[in-house]
């Protein structure tokens, strides 16, 4: 499946916040977080559908990944792949 990776503006919000909340503590590890979230956002039009099914909404095409303890939440559409949001792995979404 060939899709486009698209940003909400809110998951774009999402990742620039948890860069800052890490950074200050550990800029490097602010760096290693995002840049591993970025190469798992760019892999996900590979195989859309291995995330899970987000749990709060039940939809086949809303889904998720994670990465270290943040979910990657997105939208699966027929030419794109909507990044919803990035947030803490023990928030629930609204």
């Known amino acids: 499946m060939s899709c486009r990776i ?3 503006p809110e998951a774009a919000e999402d990742l ?3 860069s800052e ?3 200050r503590d550990s800029s490097f ?3 290693a977080v995002v840049a591993e979230i970025l190469k798992t ?3 996900i039009p590979d195989y859309p559908y291995l995330g899970r099914i987000v749990p709060e909404y039940s939809v086949v095409k809303i889904r998720e990944r ?3 303890n943040y979910r ?3 939208r699966v559409a027929e030419n794109e792949i909507l990044i919803v949001a ?3 792995g023990a928030r629930k979404l609204d």
Request: cysteine-free; hydrophobic content about 60%.
């Open 6 to 8: 698209v940003w909400s």
């Open 16 to 18: 620039e916040a948890i």
């Open 21 to 23: 909340f890490i950074a």
């Open 29 to 31: 590890y602010a760096r």
């Open 41 to 43: 956002t760019r892999s």
């Open 66 to 68: 994670f990465v270290y």
């Open 72 to 74: 990657i939440v997105y």
């Open 86 to 88: 990035i947030i803490h």
